[in-house]
């Protein structure tokens, strides 16, 4: 996925291949400092009997509507499979926190309508944030999760 998609940018992809209605989870993770996205995301589709026509629709797909030489790739996503591991995978996490744009967030959704994601079981801790060029063990810096949002 190009850098410069974003999650609407990824839904009317899905939806405009002949999808909507046919995945209730997607994901597309951002560099919350940036806003760009990572460059891939997470699709759970309805009907397992749609993967071959969702991969054969996206695995090598490049007709992106930014200028882009990347090409897709789909893969297996694991270990996490399935509406409920993803939920469970996410409800906790930082990227749930409040702080976080709600474009930057999963979603869920219900015969091709946004759904609410289920509330967490405890509180989701602010995400770790990072100035560019900082490593993974850097601490934490004061911008907030907006992103432009």
Known sequence: ???????????????????????DFLYLPMDFTSGACLGY???????????????????????????SRKVC??????????????????????????????DFK???FAGGLRVAFPGPNKAPRPPRMRRRGEGPRSQPTRR???GGC
């Open 1 to 23: 996925v190009p850098n410069n998609y974003t999650r609407s940018m990824l839904l009317s992809m899905l939806d405009g291949e002949g999808f909507v209605g046919g995945y």
């Open 41 to 67: 995301a997470f699709v759970n589709l309805v009907v397992p009997a749609q993967v071959g026509r969702f991969w054969r629709a996206f695995d090598g797909y490049a007709r992106w509507t930014v200028p």
């Open 73 to 102: 790739r789909v893969s297996w996503s694991g270990p996490h499979q399935g509406l409920e591991a993803h939920i469970e995978r996410f409800r906790n996490s930082p990227v749930m926190h409040g702080s976080v744009c709600d």
């Open 106 to 108: 999963p979603v869920l």
């Open 144 to 146: 907030t999760a907006a």
